[in-house]
Each structure stands twice: as C-alpha cells, then as structure tokens.
Nanobody
Framework: VQLVESGGGLVQAGGSLRLSCAAS????????IGWFRQAPGKEREVVSCISTVDGRTYYRDSVKGRFTISSDNAKNAVYLQMNRLEVEDTAVYYC?????????????????WGQGTQVTVST
C-alpha cells in the first residue's frame, strides 16, 4: 500500500485548502483512510477518517464543521477539504490506511503512511 499526499501550502487564517491522498492500486474499497497531523513538538493526532466501504466518517472535535473528508473509490483517492483554517491547524498532514474501521480511528490501527504535506496557516 502506497499513499501520496498533496495540496498543502501556506494560507492565511480563515482561508481554505484541499488535501488529496492518492493510493496505489490495492483493494481501496476495503480500507479506512485517515488524515493525521503533527505539529512541531507535538504528538501525531487523528484529524478525520473515512471508511471506503460505507462512507462512515470521524472528525476530531476541533475540526468539526470546518473540515470535510470524502473519498472517490474510482480514483483511489481521499480528500480533506479544510475551510476556516486556524493558526492551530498548522502541521504536517499525513494520510494513512487501516484494514478495519473503528469509530475513533486510533492511530495504532494505521500501518501504511504517506510522506506528509505541510500546511501552514498564518495570521
């Protein structure tokens, strides 16, 4: 399983970015794909995840109402639309795959990681 993130960049607070996670040709429709982030000096944390089987989603509280995760199984891709970005959203964002669904998307379930894409939100 290979995952490649793209779409990061520098944006002002209140702005938007759309991250993409492109997956290699595996049984994409049988996985959970998650977005995680890691800020300097902080632990990696889950942002959102989606089941490519049935579309169930999870969001951490701080991004609910601002971020939207979606998948396109035909394109083996998962997206994270990030609106009303805040300085606190600054981090390297990673996508990862898990073979099972858990409603909290615990990081330990995810065994395949992309290389990450930097998101920087300025004041």
């Amino acid at each position: 399983v290979q995952l490649v993130e793209s779409g990061g960049g520098l944006v002002q607070a209140g702005g938007s970015l759309r991250l993409s996670c492109a997956a290699s040709a595996f049984a994409f429709g049988d996985y959970t794909i998650g977005w995680f982030r890691q800020a300097p000096g902080k632990e990696r944390e889950v942002v959102s995840c989606i089941s490519t089987v049935d579309g169930r989603t999870y969001y951490r509280d701080s991004v609910k109402g601002r971020f939207t995760i979606s998948s396109d199984n035909a394109k083996n891709a998962v997206y994270l639309q990030m609106n009303r970005l805040e300085v606190e959203d600054t981090a390297v964002y990673y996508c990862a795959a898990a073979a099972v669904w858990d409603s909290k998307c615990p990081i330990g379930y995810f065994g395949s990681w992309g290389q990450g894409t930097q998101v920087t939100v300025s004041t």
